[in-house]
């Protein structure tokens, strides 16, 4: 057997260590010599287990089984005599006295060591006795040498697979070192106690691999003839109390990114980035000065070319509608200089130039909001106007108050009037919330007649028209007429852009009043969809873009996006369909589903027969209103569902006949103090002596007969306005809307 074993035989019990640790007693069963090892086996809960140990690791535990090793001597320094060695026998114990002592001896081998030491005590008398001679020079660099030859052994002895194996160690202790720095390093960056803390470093990575190029004041104004933007604001104080996470990114002057946090069915989060593309986008550092340049600007020259121009600001509550309209915002407080009304002043620069003065101008504004389908005057104490169609065709605001505008601060004056006075209310998203469409024009006249025309409309809060099963009715009629505007609003610019021979204006009040903005050559319009950043509005902002892509249906590519040269391509990738539509011909399939009965809705025939009985008696059943508000649904017959179609057009019915009973009730109460009058003369006339009993009786007779048709009538239209009321209740409750599908 090779000496490398030193004292290892077969079916001898060695001291091992295991991997968890421990050490006890296993038999060699078979020794290896080309790879310097043992194998060794033992028995371990009724189970023989075996394990292939170097021979380091078994000398290291037992040093008495260990090869004994024999250091040439020095030609500089010849071994001492003793007896030992004068008897010529050269045993191990002179060896030992000269080896490298280890710390792991046993107490065999220290007595030993004793004892060949006290054996060498005569010599080393003998050599104190001599002359002292100087120690040797070679001395360190011969353990030095020792040391040398014992790690070149040690070396020989590993496997390649142990080599292998120490190489893996290493590599590994080095990258969890790494990934220990590259931790501490963001820890120190970000605050990991945020709750959405792994979107967000997704969020940031992927923001890494773009090459911002925003919109600056020196790109170019494009003409177009329908204008569509977006806009969003930074965090609020709300948001940033919350600590939500900002979900959009405008990498470039027309490309919106929202990432929305998506989730997966084992629970792994992961980013969904939908991507559109309008004609500006504005990021959260833009001013409404900025805002104003690339959007309103451009229109104010339409209007002095007899044209109609209109700008509206849609979106979700809180998303900065009204700021990028009225102003800023001090609490509630407004300041007007700063909004897209005032900076619409431009007006009176225009003015000035010589082809236009020459036209001798005068410059009108109103200021009016739509709320639940009805009109009220901002600038005459909120009230209450009539909007309706004169022979021409011509829809006419019956009382709308017109004020003469001389400079920017009447304007000024003005918008702060009906802002003091417009409706709002405490919601989620904003504590002082629009809930009604304002619209602030600015008429121009020429010798009294209409040469331009700008319309500027702050629109309600898109997220309140999809709130239409609430089980408060005011909540339920607001959200339906917010929603239905919005469609008819859509489309109505649609028509515009594509030259569409009919636009369903009559569709909603709004759409109505702005009839005359959506006709003709020389219109021009422009939207600006306001969005809010955080996560928490997500779905909202979504729902914001895509009714704005739908609005002029922009396209997107790969392309469009712009990947910085070192960033990953894995971003592309990662993009959404474009969200795509078609243009929503007619089909007969179409006006099936939507032409169904409304009884089916309902579930029953008695509702379809309290429906033909306020047709006839009412006269609703074919105005031009509801067949509007047909052609609108389908139209959008992705968006509208037969049973919301059905409660729209309730909702029509009811705010008809509300318009109808109000009516009415006036006539009465007219009539009323008519006969009152009447009935004071004859009991006047009663007081005389002589006075004529039949003339007393007939004409009492016939001021009650009055009386009771007129009531009769009234009281029958009121059963109807409350059949009809119960019949909206009902309908609102059968409502599943549908969603935008991505094509």
């Given amino acids: 057997m090779a000496a490398i074993f030193g004292k290892i035989l077969i079916g001898i019990y060695v001291e091992i260590k295991r991997s968890d640790g421990r050490i006890h007693q296993a038999m060699v069963t078979s020794l290896h010599e080309d790879n310097e090892s043992v194998t060794v086996e033992w028995i371990e809960n009724g189970d023989t287990k075996g394990k292939e140990i170097e021979l380091e690791s078994v000398f290291a535990l037992n040093p008495d089984v260990a090869p004994e090793e024999e250091v040439p001597p020095s030609p500089e320094t010849p071994p001492p005599p003793s007896s030992t060695a004068a008897k010529g026998n050269k045993t191990p114990k002179t060896r030992r006295t000269t080896a490298i002592p280890k710390a792991e001896n046993s107490t065999r081998e220290n007595r030993a060591a004793a004892v060949g030491t006290t054996r060498a005590r005569p010599s080393q008398q003998v050599q104190q006795s001599q002359p002292a001679e100087p120690p040797p020079p070679a001395i360190a660099p011969q353990a030095t040498q020792q040391q040398t030859l014992l790690q070149q052994q040690n070396a020989r002895r590993k496997s390649n697979c142990v080599k292998e194996v120490e190489k893996l160690q290493e590599k590994r202790e080095k990258r969890r070192l790494q990934q220990q720095e590259l931790r ?6 970000v605050d990991a106690t945020l709750p959405n803390y792994e979107i967000m470093c997704m969020i940031r990575d992927f923001r890494a691999s773009l090459d911002y190029r925003p919109l600056t004041t020196a790109d170019l104004i494009e003409e177009h003839r329908i204008c569509v933007c977006v806009r969003t604001r930074p965090l ?35 980013l969904e980035n939908q991507t559109f593309r309008f004609d500006y986008a504005f990021d959260e550092t833009s001013t409404n000065e900025m805002v104003y340049r690339f959007t309103a600007r451009p229109l104010v020259e339409t209007i002095f070319e007899r044209g109609m121009a209109t700008c509206f600001a849609y979106g979700q509550t809180g998303s900065g509608k009204t700021h990028t309209m009225g102003g800023d915002f001090s609490g509630k407080n407004q300041d007007c200089a700063k909004g897209i009304y005032a900076l619409a002043g431009d ?4 003015l000035k130039k010589p082809n236009y003065k020459k036209l001798d101008l005068q410059v009108f504004a109103t200021f009016f909001e739509i709320y639940s ?46 802002n003091s006075c ?3 209310g405490q919601t989620s998203a904003n504590a002082h919330s629009s809930r009604s469409h304002a619209v602030f024009q600015i008429i121009l006249r020429r010798r009294g007649k209409m040469h331009g025309k700008f319309s500027l409309i702050d629109l309600a809060g898109n997220e309140r028209g999809a709130d239409t099963s609430s089980a408060d009715r005011q909540t339920r009629l607001e959200g339906a007429e917010i929603n239905k505007s919005l469609l008819a609003l859509k489309e109505c610019i649609r028509a515009l852009g594509r030259n569409k021979p009919h636009t369903p204006f009559r569709a909603s009040k709004l759409t109505q009043v702005l009839r005359d903005s959506f006709i003709g050559e020389n219109s021009r319009t422009c939207m600006i969809a306001t969005i809010s950043p955080g996560m928490a509005s997500c779905e909202n902002t979504l729902n914001t873009l895509r009714y704005a892509n739908r609005v002029k249906e922009f396209g997107i590519s790969p392309s469009d996006i712009p990947f910085s040269q070192g960033g990953s391509g894995g971003g592309r990738s990662e993009l959404s369909p474009t969200y795509e539509y078609d243009d929503f011909t007619t089909s007969p399939t179409r006006v099936k589903e939507l032409t169904v009965d409304p009884g089916a809705a309902l579930d029953g025939g008695h509702n379809v027969t309290q429906l033909e009985v306020l047709e006839a008696q009412w006269g609703v059943g074919s105005s031009p209103q509801r067949d509007d508000l047909k052609l609108l649904c389908e139209q959008n017959e992705e968006e509208v569902s037969p ?11 009811l705010v008809e006949m509300e318009e109808q009973v109000l009516e009415d009730h006036r006539v ?36 009650l007969d009055q009386k009771i048709d007129i009531l009769t009538e009234l009281r029958d239209k009121v059963k109807s306005f409350r059949s009809a009321l119960q019949e909206e209740e009902h309908a609102s409750k059968q409502i599943t809307p549908r969603r935008p599908r991505a094509l």
């Fill in 347 to 350: 007006v009176f620069l225009m």
């Fill in 373 to 418: 389908g009805k009109v009220f005057d901002l600038l005459n104490r909120k009230a209450k106007l009539r909007v309706l169609e004169d022979g021409k065709q011509q829809v006419q605001v019956v009382g709308l108050h017109e004020r003469d505008v001389k400079c920017t601060e009447d304007v000024l004056k003005l918008i702060e009037v009906g």
């Fill in 643 to 653: 049973q919301l179609f059905t409660f729209h057009e309730a909702v029509s019915q």
């Fill in 184 to 189: 501490e390093k963001k820890a120190q960056e």
């Fill in 668 to 703: 009465v109460f007219q009539e009323s103090i008519r006969w009152l009058e009447d009935e004071k003369v004859l009991l006047e006339m009663t007081e005389e002596v002589d006075y004529d009993v039949d003339t007393y009786a007939t004409q009492l007779e016939q001021i």
């Fill in 422 to 424: 417009r409706t709002s």
């Fill in 236 to 270: 609020n104080k709300k948001e940033l109390t919350m600590k939500d996470l900002d979900v959009i990114t405008i990498p470039s002057k027309d490309v919106v990114m929202v990432h929305e946090p998506k989730q997966k069915v084992d629970l792994t989060r992961y």
